[in-house]
């Protein structure tokens, strides 16, 4: 996992007191019914499916005879973004360097993020001073083979109003971890199968305003967290970068008024998307 955050917002959320509140990214932008293409690159499997929210499906190029391929997203419009962020990738495996820009006209572009060269094929998340752009592209270069991208989010986070400080077991190492052993009659062990399936995850957060799990863009994550949609979870983004793609595993998101005043608390149980 890697969060790349320029030095303007680092030090932005720093004065606001937010570097470690967890973020969360998710398509409220619909970038699922926008136009995907190869952008650079030849394509061999379609860039709808960066869009989609699924990690079985991954768009697939190979790049120029600059070793450069890009991912495109035409939101048909200008938007906002500030945060975008890939899963399910090959990008290490291919020794690329990879970095977000915007361009107004499919044509001319200006980088947004800084660059990164993953050393893992885990989630990054890129997080840049805010711009708005009808189009954005992942661009990706010195790759030596085909790229792979499964999932990609263009939008703004939600920045939780708590941190969380105990109760809440990171997965340093994958959690789902399937074992069937094999022991002799003898009590040894002879052997163990292992099958990971990834990782899991839940948090509580106690003390919220209820005027923001009442405002719609929480609503709306609600909702598309409630329906078992996919998305980005940073529990400490700027200390540690445990970015992960995740979905409900559990119980639905149903705010509780837990006091005092008239403070809520929630829960989430989420799947994480966790293979290195």
Same mark, same amino acid.
């Not at 002799?184 to 919220?208: D, I, K, M, Q, Y």
């Given at each position: @996992?890697?969060?790349?955050?320029?030095?303007?917002?680092?030090?932005?959320?720093?004065?606001?007191?937010?570097?470690?509140?967890p973020?969360?990214?998710?398509?409220?932008?619909?970038?699922?019914?926008?136009?995907?293409?190869?952008?650079?690159?030849?394509?061999?499997?379609?860039?709808?499916?960066?869009?989609t929210?699924?990690?079985?499906?991954?768009?697939?190029?190979?790049?120029?005879?600059?070793?450069?391929?890009?991912?495109?997203?035409?939101f048909? /419009?200008?938007?906002?973004?500030?945060?975008?962020?890939?899963? &399910? $990738?090959?990008?290490?495996?291919v020794?690329?360097?990879?970095?977000?820009?915007?361009?107004?006209?499919?044509?001319?572009?200006?980088?947004?993020?800084?660059?990164?060269?993953?050393?893992?094929?885990?989630?990054?998340?890129?997080?840049?001073?805010?711009?708005?752009?009808? *189009?954005?592209?992942?661009?990706?270069?010195? &790759?030596?083979?085909?790229? /792979?991208?499964?999932?990609?989010?263009?939008?703004?986070?939600?920045? @939780?109003?708590?941190?969380?400080?105990?109760? *809440?077991?990171?997965?340093?190492?994958?959690? /789902?971890?399937? #074992?069937?052993?094999?022991?002799?009659?003898?009590?040894?062990?002879?052997? /163990?199968?292992?099958?990971?399936?990834?990782?899991? &995850?839940?948090?509580?957060?106690? $003390?919220?305003?209820?005027?923001? #799990?009442?405002?719609?863009?929480?609503? &709306?994550?609600?909702? $598309?967290?409630?329906?078992?949609?996919?998305?980005?979870?940073?529990?400490?983004?700027t200390?540690?970068?445990?970015?992960? *793609?995740?979905?409900?595993?559990?119980?639905?998101?149903?705010?509780?008024?837990?006091?005092?005043?008239?403070? @809520?608390?929630l829960?989430?149980? @989420?799947?994480? *998307?966790?293979?290195?």
């Open positions: @996992m890697t969060m790349v955050i320029t030095t303007p917002v680092a030090s932005a959320l720093s004065s606001a007191g937010t570097s470690n509140n973020l969360i990214l998710w398509d409220a932008l619909d970038g699922g019914s926008g136009t995907w293409s190869t952008d650079t690159g030849t394509e061999v499997a379609s860039a709808a499916y960066a869009g929210g699924t990690t079985y499906d991954a768009w697939t190029a190979t790049p120029n005879g600059s070793n450069q391929a890009a991912l495109m997203l035409d048909g /419009s200008a938007q906002d973004v500030e945060f975008a962020a890939i899963t &399910a $990738h090959n990008l290490a495996d020794g690329a360097t990879v970095r977000i820009d915007s361009s107004p006209d499919g044509s001319i572009w200006t980088i947004r993020s800084d660059t990164d060269t993953p050393s893992d094929n885990q989630a990054i998340g890129f997080y840049f001073t805010s711009a708005s752009a009808r *189009y954005w592209r992942v661009w990706i270069t010195n &790759a030596t083979d085909d790229v /792979s991208i499964a999932v990609a989010v263009f939008g703004s986070p939600i920045t @939780m109003e708590q941190r969380i400080y105990q109760g *809440y077991a990171p997965p340093i190492t994958e959690t /789902s971890v399937d #074992l069937q052993s094999n022991v002799s009659e003898g009590g040894n062990l002879v052997g /163990s199968s292992v099958v990971r399936s990834g990782s899991s &995850a839940s948090v509580n957060f106690t $003390h919220l305003d209820p005027a923001t #799990l009442r405002g719609s863009a929480w609503k &709306a994550f609600q909702r $598309h967290f409630n329906e078992g949609g996919g998305f980005f979870w940073a529990w400490r983004p200390k540690y970068d445990d970015l992960f *793609y995740a979905w409900r595993m559990g119980k639905t998101i149903m705010p509780a008024n837990s006091g005092p005043k008239d403070y @809520m608390s829960g989430m149980e @989420m799947r994480l *998307y966790d293979n290195p």
